[in-house]
């Protein structure tokens, strides 16, 4: 018994070891003194926040942080609005080529961004939107649509539609029920797909690197490769952005991780 | 279908007096209201998504440059591209196997450490499962980006923490080792870092699965003699082949078309032209050498073998169910 929960142990603190080093890591570099030698950010001496200060107030990286913020917020509002229609509609209704619709929302999300850039850069160019967050956030509604559709529907699915006839019942038209019957019922999945999207913009930086090449109007994950110079990278600095960024980002990932999973599993597993 | 086809939902007025149409009205405006509801997701898919995969693959068609880019005129060559890819050995000798090997040792990575973990996991009692879940959750959550330069500052050729301890341990010499420069070594650490970020999603879903494997046919597999290997492979294995299908063949898409784990590390951005894979050498050539009409060719090669992974994962996934 006590062999096998030594073992057992050991294998737990193995993979929390291998899991958690590199935030760790992270956020030693960039609150230790000593961030820019390997060592001293594995066992500092001394903490403080003077990389944090550089980066938010000489490198610039709170006006990334304010174009990224602005960004994922069109995004958000955008693709849940879009998302929550058509999620209700393939949820709720019997109609020709549903299954098409389902089929095709599920396969444009393995298209490789590779793939889209090319002509979506052409794209924007053309209707003059390359450096402008409006545009880059046009596009990532587009990317976060087809998984938000996939997700809305589960919770769509899962309220019972005796409730709807209730309402219908009660004399409700159907944009009514929608509002007060529907949509409140669904909040919790339209939080939890709001949240994705906001990671999915958030994190982008294939499309925010080839659209955005004016200083001022990069995004975070673009933001970040300022540091890196010819000969030297100022890793503390890296770090502590990339800190700024990731924050936000794991506080959300906890917040949604049960739906997530519970989402995904749903075709793989049938109960 | 009437006028009222046109009618969006939203400007419908609640509570309308009932009228003798109304009846025949309203079957049609429930006929037409899945479209009505569908119109805003479909325009922006096809205008964002699809309209842009056509453009690619009339792109890949042409010797397609910055002249074309400012004048905006078309110029078709046929599939002069592909022939020219199809026929370069830098294809065959370094783009394909950096993205295809590349692609099966982090899915086998993945797959194989997320369901030992899962394993793992189950065994623990429920504070402890739901305190490591959450620690797992860690390498998930942090984005492509950082996760990217945590990484290669762990490695980092001057001051690396890899780097310092292997010098303290006499291993390495004062002139230290340029791992980021040998194709081998480039892509292990690529590798680690997808594996790091991809196997929670594998634990944390084989987990799920085996949550609902019944205990009885462990039992009845352990009174049959079978030991803790055998109940794996005849129990577990059989019973969850789903789960581990939509795990595979999920993690082979995200990894055949991994980016910035490359192209951010030293080198990956085109410098080194012995590590790119298909989606950044495709991406230099357009964006880098301005040759676009090549990069979409190269582009179109990556969709269509997605797409091919793409038609089994659909299997795989509705093999045994209806979408409903």
């Given at each position: 018994?006590?062999?096998?929960?030594?073992?057992?142990?050991?294998?737990?603190?193995?993979?929390?070891?291998?899991?958690?080093?590199?935030?760790?890591?992270?956020?030693?570099?960039?609150?230790?003194?000593?961030?820019?030698?390997?060592?001293?950010?594995?066992?500092?001496?001394?903490?403080?926040?003077?990389?944090?200060?550089?980066?938010?107030?000489?490198?610039?990286?709170?006006?990334?942080?304010?174009?990224?913020?602005?960004?994922?917020?069109?995004?958000?509002?955008?693709?849940?609005?879009?998302?929550?229609?058509?999620?209700?509609?393939?949820?709720?209704?019997?109609?020709?080529?549903?299954?098409?619709?389902?089929?095709?929302?599920?396969?444009?999300?393995?298209?490789?961004?590779?793939?889209?850039?090319?002509?979506?850069?052409?794209?924007?160019?053309?209707?003059?939107?390359?450096?402008?967050?409006?545009?880059?956030?046009?596009?990532?509604?587009?990317?976060?649509?087809?998984?938000?559709?996939?997700?809305?529907?589960?919770?769509?699915?899962?309220?019972?539609?005796?409730?709807?006839?209730?309402?219908?019942?009660?004399?409700?038209?159907?944009?009514?029920?929608?509002?007060?019957?529907?949509?409140?019922?669904?909040?919790?999945?339209?939080?939890?797909?709001?949240?994705?999207?906001?990671?999915?913009?958030?994190?982008?930086?294939?499309?925010?690197?080839?659209?955005?090449?004016?200083?001022?109007?990069?995004?975070?994950?673009?933001?970040?490769?300022?540091?890196?110079?010819?000969?030297?990278?100022?890793?503390?600095?890296?770090?502590?952005?990339?800190?700024?960024?990731?924050?936000p980002v794991m506080v959300f990932f906890l917040f949604v991780q049960r739906g997530l999973v519970s989402g995904l599993v749903q075709g793989a597993v049938k109960g | 279908m009437s006028g009222t086809v046109l009618t969006r939902p939203a400007t419908t007025v609640a509570g309308r007096p009932p009228s003798r149409r109304r009846r025949s009205s309203a079957r049609a405006r429930r006929r037409a209201l899945p479209w009505v509801l569908l119109?805003?997701?479909?325009?922006?898919?096809?205008?964002?998504?699809?309209?842009?995969?056509?453009?690619?693959?009339?792109?890949?068609?042409?010797?397609?440059?910055?002249?074309?880019?400012?004048?905006?005129?078309?110029?078709?060559?046929?599939?002069?591209?592909?022939?020219?890819?199809?026929?370069?050995?830098?294809?065959?000798?370094?783009?394909?196997?950096?993205?295809?090997?590349?692609?099966?040792?982090?899915?086998?990575?993945?797959?194989?450490?997320?369901?030992?973990?899962?394993?793992?996991?189950?065994?623990?009692?429920?504070?402890?499962?739901?305190?490591?879940?959450?620690?797992?959750?860690?390498?998930?959550?942090?984005?492509?980006?950082?996760?990217?330069?945590?990484?290669?500052?762990?490695?980092?050729?001057?001051?690396?923490?890899?780097?310092?301890?292997?010098?303290?341990?006499?291993?390495?010499?004062?002139?230290?080792?340029?791992?980021?420069?040998?194709?081998?070594?480039?892509?292990?650490?690529?590798?680690?870092?997808?594996?790091?970020?991809?196997?929670?999603?594998?634990?944390?879903?084989?987990?799920?699965?085996?949550?609902?494997?019944?205990?009885?046919?462990?039992?009845?597999?352990?009174?049959?003699?079978?030991?803790?290997?055998?109940r794996f492979w005849h129990v577990t294995v059989p019973t969850l082949r789903p789960v581990f299908a939509v795990v595979t063949i999920l993690s082979t898409i995200w990894d055949f078309k991994v980016f910035a784990q490359v192209y951010l590390m030293p080198g990956g951005a085109g410098s080194n032209v012995d590590v790119l894979n298909l989606g950044v050498w495709s991406y230099v050539r357009s964006f880098g050498r301005q040759e676009y009409?090549?990069?979409?060719?190269?582009?179109?090669?990556?969709?269509?073998?997605?797409?091919?992974?793409?038609?089994?994962?659909?299997?795989?996934?509705?093999?045994?169910?209806?979408?409903?």
């Amino acid at each position: 018994m006590s062999r096998s929960a030594l073992g057992k142990g050991a294998a737990v603190a193995g993979v929390l070891a291998f899991t958690l080093f590199p935030a760790y890591f992270m956020l030693m570099s960039a609150f230790s003194e000593g961030g820019a030698t390997g060592t001293g950010a594995l066992l500092p001496t001394s903490f403080t926040l003077e990389h944090f200060r550089y980066v938010l107030v000489e490198a610039g990286f709170l006006t990334y942080l304010r174009n990224s913020l602005i960004v994922a917020l069109i995004t958000v509002a955008g693709s849940s609005l879009v998302a929550l229609l058509a999620a209700v509609a393939v949820a709720r209704f019997r109609f020709r080529l549903r299954t098409t619709v389902l089929i095709m929302v599920l396969v444009v999300q393995m298209v490789p961004l590779e793939a889209l850039v090319i002509p979506l850069f052409l794209q924007v160019r053309d209707l003059q939107m390359l450096n402008t967050l409006i545009g880059l956030s046009i596009v990532y509604i587009a990317l976060a649509l087809p998984f938000a559709v996939w997700m809305l529907r589960g919770f769509v699915a899962a309220v019972p539609k005796e409730v709807e006839e209730a309402a219908y019942i009660d004399g409700a038209s159907w944009p009514r029920m929608f509002w007060s019957v529907l949509l409140p019922l669904v909040a919790p999945g339209l939080v939890a797909t709001a949240i994705f999207s906001f990671i999915t913009a958030w994190n982008e930086f294939i499309l925010a690197m080839t659209f955005m090449n004016q200083g001022d109007k990069y995004t975070v994950a673009v933001g970040l490769r300022q540091f890196f110079g010819q000969y030297t990278t100022d890793w503390p600095s890296v770090m502590a952005a990339s800190t700024i960024i990731t924050l936000p980002v794991m506080v959300f990932f906890l917040f949604v991780q049960r739906g997530l999973v519970s989402g995904l599993v749903q075709g793989a597993v049938k109960g | 279908m009437s006028g009222t086809v046109l009618t969006r939902p939203a400007t419908t007025v609640a509570g309308r007096p009932p009228s003798r149409r109304r009846r025949s009205s309203a079957r049609a405006r429930r006929r037409a209201l899945p479209w009505v509801l569908l119109a805003p997701a479909l325009l922006v898919i096809g205008v964002l998504l699809l309209y842009p995969l056509i453009r690619v693959f009339l792109l890949s068609l042409q010797d397609y440059g910055l002249r074309n880019v400012v004048s905006g005129q078309s110029n078709y060559i046929g599939l002069g591209n592909y022939a020219e890819i199809f026929t370069d050995a830098y294809l065959w000798q370094v783009a394909l196997p950096n993205t295809a090997v590349f692609a099966v040792a982090t899915v086998g990575g993945t797959v194989v450490f997320g369901t030992l973990v899962a394993l793992l996991l189950r065994t623990l009692g429920p504070v402890a499962r739901t305190v490591v879940v959450s620690c797992i959750m860690v390498a998930w959550a942090m984005p492509a980006v950082t996760g990217t330069y945590v990484w290669i500052w762990i490695f980092d050729v001057d001051r690396g923490i890899v780097r310092e301890a292997l010098t303290a341990a006499g291993v390495l010499g004062p002139d230290g080792f340029n791992w980021f420069t040998e194709r081998l070594t480039f892509y292990a650490i690529a590798t680690l870092n997808v594996v790091h970020h991809g196997f929670p999603f594998v634990a944390v879903t084989v987990l799920a699965g085996l949550l609902t494997v019944p205990r009885e046919l462990y039992e009845a597999a352990a009174l049959d003699g079978a030991n803790a290997w055998q109940r794996f492979w005849h129990v577990t294995v059989p019973t969850l082949r789903p789960v581990f299908a939509v795990v595979t063949i999920l993690s082979t898409i995200w990894d055949f078309k991994v980016f910035a784990q490359v192209y951010l590390m030293p080198g990956g951005a085109g410098s080194n032209v012995d590590v790119l894979n298909l989606g950044v050498w495709s991406y230099v050539r357009s964006f880098g050498r301005q040759e676009y009409g090549m990069g979409s060719a190269i582009a179109v090669v990556l969709t269509l073998m997605l797409l091919a992974i793409t038609v089994v994962y659909l299997r795989s996934l509705f093999r045994d169910e209806e979408l409903s």
